[in-house]
């Protein structure tokens, strides 16, 4: 297995604000991390991949200016939700894999309320 | 068609029974599956990988590969009320080094 940290676990901000949340590989470097929304009951949705070094690559229908990843290092990445709403609100999952596998091991997540 | 189906559930199983959960992929090139198992507000734990045709045990779970029949399943033994969780299915997306995740089977085990 791999060991995958996330910061914070559970944040309540108020709407229009910003929150980043930080995903850190601790077991290996990460030349790839993947962040994930699910919404109650129901399936994680793929939202973008990181790749360290280069700009994320962003699933249709995610904005990317409302979703600012940044892969600074091989051991973190940073999703910065802009301008939250309410709809916003979710559970925010990142994983990472290693070079040339395809298992991905997950973060123990992120809570975000938007009031 | 989606690229991985599961049975969405749920699926409730007695205590000590086996509980058997499927997967149907429709990529013939994904060469990579897995089963990770999400117990309710938590997230995606890894418990399986299969890689080749055939079964693959590991204490009580044994994952099953059909590649002709684009169909991998996970067979719990001995079903404990631990095991109740949501199973995801995952396998690799061709050319990319994304997963493909199924929606989930939920499963409750009676004690």
């Known amino acids: 297995g791999a060991v995958v940290s996330q910061h914070p676990s559970w944040v309540i901000c108020k709407s229009g604000t910003s929150v980043k949340i930080e995903c850190r590989s601790l077991d290996f470097q990460a030349t790839t991390m993947f962040w994930y929304r699910q919404f109650p009951k129901q399936s994680l949705m793929l939202m973008a991949t990181?790749?360290?070094?280069?700009?994320?690559?962003?699933e249709q229908g995610v904005e990317k200016d409302k979703f600012l990843i940044n892969h600074a290092s091989l051991t973190l990445s940073t999703l910065t939700v802009t301008s939250a709403h309410p709809e916003d609100s979710s559970f925010y999952i990142c994983?990472?894999?290693?070079?040339?596998?395809?298992?991905?091991?997950f973060g123990p997540g992120t809570r975000l309320t938007v009031t | 068609q989606k690229e991985v189906e599961q049975n969405s559930g749920p699926l409730s199983v007695p205590e000590g029974a086996i509980a058997s959960l499927n997967c149907t992929y429709s990529?013939?090139?994904?060469?990579?599956f897995f089963w990770y198992r999400q117990y309710s507000g938590k997230s995606p734990e890894l418990i399986m990988s299969i890689y080749s045709n055939g079964d693959k045990e590991d204490g009580r779970f044994t994952a099953q590969l059909n590649k002709a029949s684009q169909y991998v399943s996970l067979l719990i033994r001995d079903s404990q009320p631990s095991d109740s969780a949501t199973y995801l299915c995952?396998?690799?997306?061709?050319?990319?080094?994304?997963?493909?995740f199924g929606t989930g089977t939920r499963l409750t085990v009676i004690p």
């Open positions: 990529d013939r090139v994904s060469q990579s």
């Open positions: 990181s790749n360290e070094g280069s700009k994320a690559t962003y």
């Open positions: 995952a396998v690799n997306q061709a050319g990319a080094n994304n997963l493909f």
């Open positions: 994983s990472v894999s290693r070079t040339g596998a395809y298992e991905q091991y």
